[in-house]
């Protein structure tokens, strides 16, 4: 099935200093489109990658899992490490949880990571039910477009496809045990208004990995997308200064104070 305009994926070759950036479950590169053309407009190498079974039709998820849409993330963190001197990573929702996992995988290969709303865990009671619920019925209800500003939308699935989900979940424990492992500094973006994941999964993340260089900052005026969302130029500005600060060459602009 061909990719739904404007969720396709994005390059940019610049600088010595490169950033992958990693979109969410259901979603596509276009919600963090903003994002990577804000840094590859600031001479920084971007790569943006459409993560198997997104940017189509959810039943196309049905077939793909965490296995699938990790290896997608590695290999283009892999293929960044050729070209650039430095790398970061930067994930949206479990988009942070692939970035979380790919630091503690790729330890000093990655300079630094940024998260915005990480997903760690799946909550509630159908999270619970997955494991039979999946084989029950094809999807559920889907999550996109949590975004307080009026007029934006994500380009996401309107479905959850169970499967998928089923895979996320086991995928999100994974993440979880290995947070410890996490040690490269670390920018935590979160909104305390996310309707698609709590605040708890923030603050596991902060209390279980071993970076020592850790910010967080509040989102006040966003919803779970924030990277769509009234404070995306604040993520902007405040990650490319977590950047600037951590790779020589590269110039500071903004603050990386907490909120």
């Given at each position: 099935?061909?990719v739904?305009?404007?969720?396709e ?10 950033v992958?950036?990693c979109?969410?479950f259901?979603?596509?590169?276009q ?7 804000y840094?590859a407009?600031?001479g920084?190498?971007v790569s ?10 959810w039943?196309?998820?049905?077939a793909?899992g965490?296995?699938d ?6 290999r ?7 070209r ?14 692939l ?11 990655i ?15 159908t ?5 039979v ?12 477009s ?26 999100l424990?994974?993440?979880d ?29 902060l ?13 006040e005026?966003s ?37």
């Open positions: 099935m061909p739904l305009p404007g969720a994926p994005y390059r940019h070759e610049g600088g010595e200093t490169g992958l950036l979109h969410g259901t979603g596509s590169p919600s963090l489109r903003p994002w990577a053309e840094l407009g600031r920084l190498t943006l990658p459409l993560l198997p079974g997104h940017g189509t039709h039943h196309d998820m049905q793909t965490w296995q849409w990790y290896a997608e993330v590695d283009e963190l892999r293929e960044l490490r050729e650039c001197r430095q790398v970061f990573v930067f994930g949206l929702s479990m988009g942070g949880a970035t979380l996992r790919l630091a503690a995988k790729h330890g000093p290969a300079s630094g990571v940024v998260v915005v709303n990480p997903a760690v865990k799946l909550h509630g009671v999270a619970r039910a997955l494991p619920v999946r084989h029950l019925v094809p999807s559920s209800k889907g999550v996109a949590d975004i307080a500003k009026e007029g934006a939308v994500e380009l996401g699935y309107d479905r959850v496809p169970l499967h998928a989900a089923y895979s996320l979940r086991n995928f424990r994974l993440v045990t290995a947070l410890p492992q996490v040690t490269q500094p670390l920018l935590l973006l979160r909104s305390p208004r996310d309707h698609v994941v709590p605040p708890a999964d923030s603050a596991r993340v209390a279980r990995i071993s970076s020592l260089d850790v910010h967080e900052v509040l989102l005026q919803y779970h997308v924030a990277t769509l969302d009234h404070d995306a130029e604040r993520i902007f500005e405040e990650s490319y200064a977590f950047v600037g600060r951590l790779a020589p060459g590269v110039a500071k602009k903004g603050s990386t104070s907490g909120g």
